[in-house]
Antibody, heavy 118, light 107 residues
């Protein structure tokens, strides 16, 4: 059974870069034809899809964040990563990684809270 | 971007009763809709995809219906573990978008 686990700093200063990693266990990130997505949720609010990457490296981003987002994959470590540049308080949220069969999200990490504050 | 609107925002239901949650899309999404359950402090869990197909391990008391712009999630007999927030998500158009959620609380 595939499991996902987010990791990274819980506090980022304004204007700096948010960097998170999602480690996949119980299955290979490069097999099965899956995509791997990042989704975020500000406290008490709804969900926002950030973007996704295929095990082969192809990416797709939410247009609202496209100019600031980069998602990469490291198949040797079975993990994928999120970089979000020039962060502001509006980027404070719980960040989730999820397995994406191409449409819905069938397996989620537990989430990690990132606060943007000086 | 397709806007997903869920109603009501909060639904108060007694255990054992039926709960009906609605999700409306700003334009047709065909049957490309999923439902998720999120409990406090936890990640969302996939319940339904393809508007009406239950995900693996999801109890039969959860059912989904609808197509086009109007969708419904029905919980036939609420159990204590079902009190949570429910989100719909469309995947017909990019970017994938979620509704604002319906909180199902104990009456």
């Amino acid at each position: 059974q595939v499991q996902l686990q987010e990791s990274g700093p819980g506090l980022v200063k304004p204007s700096q870069t948010l960097s998170l990693t999602c480690t996949v266990s119980g299955g290979s990130i490069s097999s099965g034809g899956y995509y791997w997505s990042w989704i975020r949720q500000p406290a008490g609010k709804g969900l926002e899809w950030i973007g996704r990457i295929h095990g082969s490296g192809g990416t797709l981003y939410n247009p609202s964040l496209m100019s600031r987002v980069n998602i990469s994959v490291d198949t040797s470590k079975n993990e994928f990563s999120l970089r979000l540049t020039s962060v502001t308080a509006a980027d404070t949220a719980a960040y989730y990684c999820a397995r994406d069969p191409g449409d819905w999200f069938d397996t989620w990490g537990q989430g990690t809270l990132v606060t943007v504050s000086s | 971007e397709i806007v997903m609107t869920q109603s009501p925002a909060t639904l108060s239901v007694s255990p054992g009763e039926r709960a009906t949650l609605s999700c409306r899309a700003s334009q047709s999404v065909s049957s490309n809709l999923a439902w998720y359950q999120q409990k406090r402090g936890q990640a969302p869990r996939l319940l339904i995809y393809g508007a009406s197909t239950r995900a693996t391990g999801i109890p039969a008391r959860f059912s989904g219906s609808g197509s086009g712009t109007e969708f419904t999630l029905t919980i036939s007999s609420l159990q204590s573990e079902d009190f949570a927030v429910y989100y719909c998500q469309q995947y017909n158009n990019w970017p994938k978008t979620f509704g604002g959620g319906t909180k199902v609380e104990i009456k």
